[in-house]
């Protein structure tokens, strides 16, 4: 057992006399965080739309004022004909345009259909999207109060009807981000972090001293893993605490049942890391494998940033062998819809059951011998 | 005496690569022993095959009476293995890399420190420097304390001295005198030919095939022919000369003197002069010289080629 | 034409309060072989660095080819051939093409390229392999093909760090039969080395410790002045005064 000790207190002394290196790894979740949270934002505000107007009647300048007193829309526009529509979008600031069709509230009133037609600029689908979502919500609301009313409806012309956005009803993208950015920090220092350690061993020809000594190979695995594991759990706090106290991300599950899902997490990454370090044999490869196997896959195909239902087929197939779409799952469950482990049973048999086909096949490769 | 190294009818390749081409030696208790070879002669596989890191694709290997197959888990706390170009802990401290490795072998400095005592008292100074900082020398001692401080029955030192100053290695062999005084066995692989006269026997390595065992002085007396030593200061036009000479069977750049064998056995030094004179070189001296490992080697790779 | 190759007056280094070269002065004649001999961290690297053009002294004089350090490093590096047992060749480039890149960075001319290309192959007979990467050859052939690219341009002055660590003694002397020859041809040949055995294949020999020059003579010179057999007892008895490269 001292043998082991005296490897782990060898292990931590490295990781902390690296300075630069430890800078960056506590450093890098702040960073991240502050990146997701303030400069790339998801939701809109103040967007620049316009409105053509042909009925100019109550009801359309009631809606005209509420979507100008949203904090989403600036209403900047106002047009006489269809013509002037591309001209403004051309011009670029306007993002979308809100057509109301001639006799709006008579024919509200008559025939209880009226049509609204929204126009958007789709040369960044993403906020096209996103504007489209919010203008129908302000219609859908406009139209519950008037239904509460009398009984009409306002149909709104190429939207989809669309239920209540619930859990994230601003659509804050930091609360997305949060928990893809716990599973890329987790990737980066528990996988990323342990192949390099590992293979750099190898590359100093320390490797070769440790075989030979009394110590395993699960003692050499475990006490190179052990130090990431602190940080990593470290690292996870750090972003809960940002998410919480400075976005103010809601954090609807238990703590505890988080944690574990965390940690079950960490183990599958850490074992990645090892399995890619018992393949590679010196630091670069390890780096590149980790990077591009790991770490693009983590942040494209796990639903991060791209939902994986929008994707084709064969990559929705892919992404179900990615550790962190399960994670997400999960994490996205427990902080925003404060699920238990009744609700993530599946996810979470997932991981557990690649995590112990990552440890076992890693055991398998890291040989007592050199080849 | 007992046989601490049993290697039999070893051969190992690597794909197209034959690292080692069957072959058999034994090192006694006790005993210096030295490999010696250039860059790839397969030193560095022969003692990966015999520290259990690598298994030999035919034959056998005993270390102390144990397979290195089956029984590597019982040899490996009984040697002390110095990789080559290995490099320790750079970002740890002289202290903490000997602790570290006690540790790892399940002993302390303090219990072994008599044996590592006559080494590691020169490093005691700098024992709060980081390995990084250290000489090419220092790194050499330290790491040799590093390999000692389990009491290993057998030392593996795979070109402990590659890089290193004459200083430095003249007083690390010193130390390996002191260790196998101790009655600790140790195999080492040097580069440097000179090297092989302070081990007790050394085995001649060359791709993969061993051309001969024996002690340095007998391999060394094993160079039958007359060797000459001739000298001139228009170097190049005298090696030039000699290569195209009728008699010459070799002739090999030695610094002052290139030595000089004659196909005849004994040379005709009047002839010698003569032609080389002819040939226009000026100041010629010739006398004849004792033959080293060197000489011993080369010849011997020379016959090898003519096999 | 010039008699003296390399020239150093007072030639000093500092790193902030550590001398790594203190006031050394020597001069190399042309074509002469020059051994530079010294214990690790006795300052050898920093002096060629100095005379290679990589490091401005901090004082002192020195000229290489006839070009002085300080205002000429660009003339010094174009009439200079550099080859180290640690930089030399590209791995995963053939044989042909490591000469083929060498001699686009020192500016041969395309007519001239294939042409010198083979007269390389040949010398070092790699015809068999030059098309193969150099990662494939034995290090003794790969140190060969090294040496001869560092010649490629007709060097006034060639500086070997180190050129024959761990290759077999047949080689050994292969390769100084071919510093014997460029030696011949005029080309100073500026080399160190840990075989102390080859200092004695050197015209002269120089000794550093603690960054000084504490010997510089013919091989036998030294060994009759210092009354030992061996250039190595020579380099033992001084370095062994070292100060320095203790830590």
Known sequence: ?371 | ?307 | MYDVAIKTEGLTRRFGDFTAVDQISFEVKKGEIFGFLGANGAGKTTAMRMLTGLLMPTEGQAEVAGFDVYKQAESIKKSIGYMSQKFSLYNDLTAEENIRFYGGVYGIGRNELPQKTDEVIDSVGLQSVRKKPVESLPLGWKQKLAFSISILHQPKVVFLDEPTGGVDPVIRRQFWEKIYEIADRGITVFVTTHYMDEAEYCDRVSIMVDGKIEALDTPKGLKQSFSCDSIEEVFIQLARSAERGQG
Request: proline share 4%; net charge negative; hydrophobic share 45%.
């Open chain 2, 1 to 307: 005496m007992k046989t601490i190294v049993h290697i039999s009818s070893v051969s190992k390749n690597f794909g197209k690569v034959e690292a080692l081409k069957n072959i058999s030696f034994e090192v006694k208790e006790g005993e210096l022993f030295g490999l010696i070879g250039p860059d790839g002669a397969g030193k560095t596989t022969l003692f990966r095959i015999i520290n259990t890191l690598l298994l030999p694709d035919e034959g056998t290997a005993t270390v102390l009476d144990h397979d290195v197959e089956k029984d590597y888990k019982t040899i490996r706390p009984l040697l002390g293995y110095m990789p080559g170009h290995f490099s320790l802990y750079q970002d740890l401290t002289v202290e903490e890399n000997l602790q570290f490795f006690a540790s790892v072998f399940g002993t302390t400095l303090e219990e072994n420190y008599e044996l590592v005592a006559p080494i590691y008292s020169q490093l005691e100074p700098f024992k709060n420097r980081l390995a990084g900082a250290l000489s090419g020398g220092m790194k050499q001692k330290l790491a040799l304390s590093c390999a000692l401080i389990h009491k290993p029955e057998l030392l593996l030192l795979d070109e402990p001295t590659t890089g290193v100053d004459a200083v430095s290695r003249k007083e690390f062999w010193d130390m390996l005198q002191s260790l196998k005084k101790e009655g600790i066995t140790i195999v080492v692989s040097t580069p440097y030919m000179d090297e092989a006269n302070l081990c007790d026997r050394v085995a001649l390595i060359q791709e993969g095939e061993i051309m001969q065992i024996d002690e340095p002085q007998r391999i060394v007396n094993s160079f039958e022919k007359p060797l000459l030593g001739v000298k001139s200061p228009q170097t190049y036009k005298l090696l030039r000369a000699l290569q195209q000479y009728k008699w010459t069977d070799s002739i090999h750049p030695f610094g002052e003197y290139m030595h000089y064998t004659d196909k005849r056995g004994k040379p005709n030094l009047v002839s010698l002069k003569t032609y080389l004179f002819d040939q226009g070189i000026s100041d010629v001296q010739i006398k004849p010289v004792q033959p080293n490992i060197e000489d011993a080697f080369m010849a011997l790779m020379h016959n090898g080629l003519e096999e």
């Open chain 1, 1 to 371: 057992m001292n043998t082991f000790k005296g490897f782990v207190i060898k292990e931590f002394k490295q990781i902390y006399r690296d300075k630069r290196t430890l800078l960056v790894l506590f450093g890098m979740p702040v960073i991240m965080m502050v990146l997701f949270g303030f400069a790339i934002r998801n939701e809109i505000s103040d967007a620049q739309i316009g409105v053509l107007d042909f009925s100019r009647d109550d009801v359309t300048q009631t809606l005209t004022h509420k979507l100008q007193a949203s904090k989403s829309f600036t209403v900047n526009a106002w047009l006489e004909s269809y013509e002037e529509v591309e001209d403004l979008f051309r011009q670029g600031n306007i993002k979308e345009i809100v057509v109301f069709e001639q006799n709006f509230a008579e024919k509200l009133e008559r025939e209880g259909v009226a049509d609204i037609q929204v126009i958007t600029d789709a040369t960044d689908p993403n906020l096209a999207k996103l504007v489209q979502a919010y203008t129908g919500s302000i219609v859908r609301d406009y139209v519950a109060d008037l239904n509460a009313e009398n009984g009409i409806e306002i149909q709104q012309a190429g939207l989809q009807p669309e239920v209540r956005m619930m859990y994230n009803p601003e659509l804050r993208s930091v609360n997305l981000f949060v928990p893809g950015l716990i599973a890329i920090i987790l990737m980066l220092i528990s996988a990323l972090m342990t192949s390099i350690s590992i293979t750099r061993e190898k590359e100093m020809g320390n490797m070769e001293i440790l075989l030979v000594s009394p110590l395993k190979p699960y003692h050499i695995i475990i006490g190179k893993v052990l130090p990431y594991m602190v940080l990593s759990i470290v690292n996870v706090l750090t972003i809960l605490l940002l998410a919480r106290f400075v976005f103010e991300v809601p954090f609807r599950g238990s703590n505890l049942f988080f944690f574990l899902e965390a940690g079950l997490f960490i183990m599958t990454a850490l074992a990645l890391g090892v399995f890619i370090s018992s393949a590679a044999n010196n630091q670069q490869t390890a780096m590149m494998v980790s990077l591009a196997g790991l770490l693009l896959p983590t942040v494209l195909l796990s639903g991060f940033i791209f939902p994986v239902s929008s994707m084709p087929e064969v990559l929705q197939w892919v992404s179900h062998f990615i550790p962190a779409k399960w994670f997400l799952v999960i994490v996205r469950g427990i902080m925003l819809k404060g699920s238990d482990l009744m609700l993530v049973w599946k996810e979470t048999l997932i991981l557990g059951v690649m995590t112990a086909g990552f440890i076992g096949l890693s055991l398998k490769k890291f040989n007592v011998r050199l080849q």
